[in-house]
């Protein structure tokens, strides 16, 4: 690892051992000459038991940052730590792999890729979705010359259920809980910046959503700086599971990225011919995503390779998702 | 016919002897006791052409409208003359056949629609779609409850490539022409009306577009009275074909209405395993819809039955094409 | 009509005025130039009213060959009725075209056969696959080089249930009556001829089906006289409907022929993601496939085109269904 | 380990360091309380490097026997040491994973298969399509009741490229080499035993093959004992890569299996609409079959369960390949 030693020597930190710790856990766990040494979690029986089954310890933030041995670390914690964690890390000199969002603040985001940049460590946001195979494939084919320029994307994102009102009280609200990931896929697959934003908001699946002042289905238009356009559809309820596709058009044709199913099968009855659900959530959806993000981040940092996923786009997504809820709230058309 | 005669003695006029008047002339001609009297068109070889096809004869807009004997007419004219010869029609107590639009004014469809209403005579507008086996199955389906209440749409409605520069500077611009379609199925499968309109537009494909002062690609959302969402995405020039594709969303799962293929071949091969385009045009992927466009027309006024495509219809498409246009244009949401 | 006469007086006696008699009688009356003249059929109502129909008269087998104005005849009697009529239409030098079988007897249909020759009248027998569009479309790839030799043919076709088993002890057995269509497929795509069959077949769906001595499930091989392969799945029942595919497979890729759907919509519920299931049957799934063969029948006599579905093919598909019957009977690979 | 011990201490040897050889070890390393020990191979560098790559150590077929802590044992060597292997496996009661076949002799599996039942140990063949995702959920669903009784069944399997005819002359043929498969989905999937095999076979693709007596095409018909029907294509060439399919109807319906893509991608261009194709080959399509054929294997052994894929399931697969081959060499319907 250039800055950060031989990679059969990188020991990793982790920061939260949840569901998506989980997940990043076993998948460092894969990376060749990467071991996993510290755990930590405010829940005391999470963290012992992730450690326990990685071979490693239960350990302190202070703990990490103090340990030179330490050369990267995973920040799978609450969004409210995001922030802090990173500018500790940065000043620890420790590579980065933070979930998204950086924070839940335009502003604090912005202030801590400063710091990130000044520190000049590596550091990856979590927008798993660019490291999807099949999304992948599709930016792959574009930079290929297949569909000539971009003109206009179709996003389609909706999850199969909402979370409890408990979460979503503390998300951020839907533009920077959900549709961030929606907003760097738009950067990415257009490869231009938006020139405004219009958004709009109801609350159709639950009642509870709207008494918390969010809402559980939007409809969002981003013009480009070009003059591209791109259209995301969310609903936080489709009952056929977890729905994530896109589309784009250019001078020479389309390119859609559809959704995984578990299994090949059709079935044909007296009643239709059918095919599986999509794969339920996201879990089960980015499982290669997760993988190979996790690879790249070592591979990258290993190599001296760039980050595909950076702090910057972690920014400029919740730049986006910021005009959004403005233009939500505030029933007009933001520039930006 | 209830107040138009017995079907056995359906006369019927048409006019406008061009690509759309041609297929709508072999559709009437298949109705069991409709016989296609009388042929107009400036035009006089494509009128002479026509009329000879199917045993009528040339005439003109005065005769038509002299002539008691006939009790019906389809207008294929160009949208210029559709709202004088709707009101002529009406005077003359005939059943009333048009293609769409009502007229690229508003207001001037407005008062149309109303001296049809006072005329009293069935009056069908031709929002084929709706007539479509796919689209109809869709709507059938959604009455039957399969999805719930629907909550989100999203429209799909590209073409293969755009008109001449001629045609689109007398077309009323792009959403006056190509999505009054579009807002007639936003408004047919929500069943609801739109509350406010974004549309925002751009020139991507042909700059040709720009210099009549009209764009290419439409990005449009509506927000309807009982809060659902919409968007519309459009482009003149889909390389693939003829793009119409529909989705819509409820509490209880989706309804997905795709294209439609010349031939279910599916071929694999060292590059990629492919299937057909979509049916090339509107001529080809509207076929079976144009004919049960005309079956209806003829059924509902036979024996009495509502037409479902009004001129009520017509007015309301119009509409939301004007506030599109506004939107568009002054680049603000606009209330309805 | 080269040997019969101008297009513009063609008119034809029909033989048969059930369910696929009417569908011929609709299809010719849709070719320009064509009359239906006459309707013959032992069930005088159904005689009258197809008649009716058509603005044509009801009239007897010797009056159809004993009027010179009628160039050409349709046979869609029964089965036991073919040979003959096909005979006396030669002897009358009419145009014939005749659905399949030619005879249940296939050294019948080999008289018949030279008789036709003889006269050198125009004879299609009706193996309307070959112009359904989907299977054309594999034909005529096949003969621009897409696959490059075709090595193996895999045909699956199941009908949604097994007819009366009246009907089934007048059929011939499943191989004549069922799989002479695939039999005519398997000569038409592999443009080659069966040196040796193996046929097994069951009693699977109905006891009834065994109890009259025939089959409703059968397994067929066939090698070519150039060692290509052939298998032919077959059922009387599959409750999903009319499943009719083939597929083929050569040097350079597979073509495959799908099934059609009444509509192209797509439910995703909670359940399952679900396509319609295929046309139901025959009638459906080949409506533009009879329509075209009438279109081609008329358009080679008046042209003098080669017939693309001849008498000779007829006797083939027919040689090919014997040999398979003797196969399953005794058990044995059967050699032509 | 039941019998075997604690699965904490399940230590395991590998035969074979080959390209299957790497993906059983990769997958057993990933069990819980898992280690594989020692590596056996001729090649001593393939030995050492996967020894290497999951910290074992080289060793010898003797040493391996002799080791009572080696509680298990891989076999991926060549197919002509397996039966040995297994039999002395088996004596030194050893649980047993073994790649299909048995042996390329009937008579020698059986004899193998009587030594391992009478030492009582798990012995696993690899027939890893039962674990497949996909071809498992069609299992289920049929053992839920979704089709009811299946009646018929079609099998297609064709590989991307022949393998060098080096290895086709130790293959056995095909129908041991490439059909011993197909013959197991048929029992599994059918739950029957073969009455009566016809098989006849071709060589289309590659001259080759046909000079070390061998085929590269075939088709195979199985009556089951209770009248069922199933065909199988193979083929060794397909040029749009590896083809795994079947579908199964019964009195309820039809389940298929299909294909697996690398990517859920849909490009939409001027010449088609296309997908991926088929995942390349047999490391990819049952990438997931392998790693849950050895989780499998792992579980049972721990936990006293039976083996889902038997040495038994071996021979009787081992069987209808020598009645395939017998069938097609003597141009005859073999009983069994």
Chains 1, 2, 3, 4 share one sequence.
């Not at 929606?182 to 159709?204: H, K, M, N, P, Q």
């Not at 996201?282 to 390779?305: S, V």
Request: proline share 4%.
């Amino acid at each position: 690892m250039s800055a950060l030693g031989r990679p059969d020597d990188a020991q990793v930190a982790i920061f939260g051992a949840g569901r998506i710790g989980k997940i990043h856990a076993g998948n460092l766990a894969a990376q060749p000459g990467v071991k996993l040494k510290v755990v930590v979690d405010p829940d005391a029986g999470a963290a012992a038991a992730l450690a326990a089954k990685h071979g490693a310890t239960v350990g302190t933030v202070e703990g990490v940052f103090a340990d030179p041995s330490i050369r990267a670390v995973v920040i799978a914690s609450s969004t409210d730590t995001h922030a802090e964690l990173i500018e500790r890390a940065a000043a620890a000199k420790k590579a980065i792999f933070c979930e998204k969002p950086v924070d839940l603040s335009y502003d604090r985001a912005l202030r801590c890729a400063r710091t990130v940049r000044e520190a000049g460590v590596p550091c990856l946001i979590g927008f798993q979705r660019r490291y999807d195979p099949t999304f992948a494939a599709v930016r792959a084919r574009m930079d290929a010359g297949e569909i000539g320029d971009p003109e206009m994307l179709v996003v389609t994102s909706r999850d199969p259920g909402a979370p409890p009102v408990e979460y979503l009280k503390r998300s951020g609200g839907i533009f920077k809980d959900m549709l961030i990931h929606d907003f760097d896929i738009f950067r990415w697959i257009l490869d231009d910046e938006a020139e405004s934003v219009y958004a709009t908001g109801s609350c159709l699946t639950d009642p509870a959503v709207a008494s918390v002042g969010d809402v559980d289905a939007t409809a969002v238009t981003i013009r480009t700086k070009k003059g591209r356009l791109a259209q995301i559809n969310t609903i936080r309820r489709a009952v056929y599971g977890y729905d994530q596709r896109f589309e784009v058009i250019g001078a020479k044709g389309m390119l859609q990225a559809g959704n995984l199913r578990p299994t090949e099968v059709v079935a044909s009855t007296a009643e239709s011919v059918s095919a599986d659900k999509p794969e339920h959530f996201f879990l089960e959806r980015y499982r290669a995503a997760y993988a190979l993000e996790m690879a790249h981040f070592f591979d990258a940092i290993a190599n001296g390779k760039p980050i595909r996923t950076t702090i910057e786009d972690g920014v400029k997504a919740l730049e986006l998702a910021e005009a959004a809820t403005i233009s939500w709230r505030e029933k007009r058309i933001v520039a930006l």
